[in-house]
């Protein structure tokens, strides 16, 4: 027998599945996917649990939070036959330059250096021969790093603008488990080159929240209230970073 309370905490919402069991004590987990299940003794008081989760809920926020971001980046190539996502619609494969890592029509920025930016990825001379007409992970992926790498400069000549903070280095890669991350005690910041299959908002949105760690390193409440002030829909995007890149065939490009 199950029941669900939903914890508030900061403004951030996180569903509570409880579930009644054979135990003595209350059991609390925080599973890699964000969700969180509460065990309780069979007659135990909902509203027991509900002050234990109360109790709990900066610990639980804190986790639910750290695992979102942690959340892995999918494989995009095996799934897609004949499209593949690009920031946030479905392009079709015979529009994509597989041997030179661009996009027909992309929606990347072009252009402009950031200082101490730094191409991590794999060698564009290890993409395929000429005339690929099919698109591997591999390949895939350096396409995407080098589509961020052409949109970050002016994201990240906004959001420093707006935020008033600088990075001392920016890196794109392929991450499995973060979207991004940032030393504060260096200013670096590395983004995942995977976001440029996801609408270009979400690249923002990272962008943003790696920077508000220059001022604030923890995910504590002054942080998420920096975020809410200069990336307001920040938990709307974050909700859309834990699902598939193209919502709906209405993204797809004819």
Known sequence: ????IILNVDGLEIPVSVVRKRVKNLNLRVRADGTVTLSIPQHLPLARAQEFLERKGNWIAERVR??????PSPDFAGELPNRIP???????RDSIHANSGQAVGGQGAGGRAIPGQAASGRDAGDQGAPGQTTIDQAALDELYRTEVLRALPDVVERMEARIGVHATRWSVRVMKTRWGSCTP???AIRINARLAAYPPECLEFVVAHELVHLLEPSHNARFHALLDEFCPDNRGIARRLKQ??????RDAIE
Do not use: Y
Not at 66 to 71: D, L, P, Q, S, V
Not at 86 to 92: A, M, S, T
Not at 244 to 249: A, F, G, L
């Open 185 to 187: 005690k260096t200013g």
């Open 66 to 71: 750290r695992n979102i971001e942690r959340r």
């Open 244 to 249: 598939q890149p193209i919502s709906s065939e």
């Open 1 to 4: 027998m199950g029941a669900g």
């Open 86 to 92: 690009l920031w946030g619609k479905l392009v079709p």
